[in-house]
């Protein structure tokens, strides 16, 4: 009994030790390093010719939660179509060991990964997650490229289930390149939460490289999107169409990401959502394109911060609660407010820098054809530096030196809201004149201020006046 026990631990061990060999990193005995020509023992025995069974799985009844695609027959060359083979490495993904759960009915798979083990795979349709709900999984290392029949509607990963519940938490996207083929977009993220895309490249897309829509906290971080690849410069940049990435829902954040080619950037149709740190040179405003595009009005909410705005500005709709700090707008990049419904509230616009081509374009302008600004309350736009734009402000100082009973400043060129001036401070100062004369704040029209004297004067003037007002009406 003794001996056949030590002849099956003898066994194990030189299974154990042929797996350990194949999956070592040092080049095999034919010299090439060539893992497919190795010895595996999860390669013994195969499931329907797709889906390997892991012979050591099979001996100590566990099996490991990374999945490699070439196993499952995806040809890493993209010459053949590879979408049944990682959409099974998905579905066997799915199905690892429980480790407890995430969000209520949310299952952590422990970290389960498909790994595509650095090849290129062609696919014809979208790869989805499965419908089984889940947490805790990646997909990485490798690129995905859409086939000329692919269905110009889909993205080449979506993470859409049937349900209308939040099926998938804490899911990463990480490493991959995706070209979309011009046949749709790259990364649909629906109603999932705590979802992370990492450095990934993102080319050749339609509609758009990555679409968030409704769920919650998906992180976006370094990482490039351009419908055509380039460099800044390109002929076809009057024709570039589409979106860099999406975002209709709440709580996300971009960081660190580069637009290089897109219609519009970023689109931004929720509220509480972070844009920090964005190099944005999608399409010049010039040639139609937008930089950040933020449509949520009369509920805003967003934070722009730190970014590079190179030739293509913001567009915000009644923005409501927007903040907007310590970014560069290059090239006559400039902010469009646009009225919808006449509301501007809760607006910083501040500690930014413009630079443009001394061709007079305004650093901040309104759009009021739909509507005129009726509604303005707490908008702060002050601290900006200028060069080769025109500063717009809803602050401004001013001095006159005047012998007469009347002076007038005019603010118009600089303030930023017409006819708007609900707080004023003046001082006039009269240092040679032999009695005190009296003077009052004769008139504030048209963003002009006009202070007047009983006497002739010999002074000066200073004004400052601020647009700035909490619960105020044009």
């Known amino acids: 009994m003794v001996g056949r026990n030590a002849l099956l631990l003898g066994f194990l061990h030189v299974i154990l030790v042929i797996i350990q060999y194949a999956e070592s990193s040092y080049p095999y005995p034919d010299g090439t390093g060539n893992r497919d020509l190795s010895i595996k023992a999860s390669h013994i025995f195969r499931s329907n010719g797709v889906a390997p069974i892991n012979a050591l799985a099979a001996l100590t009844g566990r099996r490991s939660r990374i999945h490699h695609v070439t196993d499952y027959g995806a040809d890493p060359t993209g010459r053949s179509d590879s979408t049944d083979a990682l959409e099974q490495a998905i579905v066997d993904a ?42 805790n999984f990646m997909i990485h290392g490798g690129s995905l490229r859409a086939s000329d029949d692919f269905s110009g509607n889909g993205h080449l990963i979506e993470l859409r289930s049937s349900s209308s519940s939040s099926l998938y938490e804490y899911i990463t996207l990480k490493e991959l390149m995706l070209d979309s083929n011009f046949r749709g977009g790259g990364i649909a993220i629906i109603n999932s939460i705590r979802t992370t895309v990492d450095n990934c490249y993102i080319s050749h897309f339609t509609t758009a490289g990555i679409s968030i829509q409704d769920g919650h906290e998906t992180y976006i971080r370094n990482s490039f999107i351009g419908q055509h690849i380039n460099i800044g410069g390109d002929v076809r940049e009057k024709d570039f169409s589409g979106i860099g990435i999406n975002i209709t829902g709440n709580d996300n954040a971009v960081t660190d990401v580069v637009i290089f080619s897109a219609s519009i950037g970023v689109m931004v149709q929720g509220q509480a959502n972070m844009l920090t740190g964005i190099h944005c040179y999608n399409k010049a405003t010039a040639l139609g394109g937008t930089g950040i595009y933020i449509r949520a009005p009369g509920l805003t909410q967003t934070r722009v911060v730190n970014c590079y705005l190179d030739f293509t500005g913001i567009v915000a709709e009644d923005p409501v609660q927007l903040h907007v700090t310590g970014s560069f707008f290059l090239g006559n990049a400039y902010i469009l407010l646009k009225s919808v419904k006449g509301v501007a509230s809760g607006v910083n616009i501040v500690d930014n820098m413009f630079a443009g081509d001394y061709t007079g374009v305004p650093i901040v302008q309104l759009d009021q054809s739909n509507a005129p600004f009726q509604t303005v309350d707490q908008v702060v736009i002050e601290r900006n530096n200028v060069r080769g734009m025109v500063l717009k402000s809803t602050v401004a100082r001013g001095s006159l030196w005047k012998n007469g009973t009347t002076w007038t400043l005019d603010f118009s060129k600089v303030l930023l809201f017409p006819n708007l001036i609900p707080h004023v401070h003046y001082a006039l100062h009269a240092g040679s004149a032999s009695s005190f004369p009296r003077h009052t704040l004769r008139s504030v029209s048209r963003n002009r201020v006009t202070v007047q004297t009983d006497v002739v004067v010999s002074a000066t003037v200073h004004v400052s006046v601020d647009q700035t007002t909490v619960g105020g009406h044009i």
């Not at 969000?103 to 990964?113: D, I, S, T």
Request: charge should be negative; proline fraction near 7%; aromatic fraction near 4%.
């Open 94 to 135: 799915f199905t690892s060991p429980v480790d407890g759960h995430l969000n209520e009915g949310v299952p952590n798979l422990g970290g389960a990964e498909v790994h595509l083990d650095g090849g290129t795979y062609m696919i014809s349709r979208p790869l989805r997650l499965s419908d089984i709900s889940g947490g």
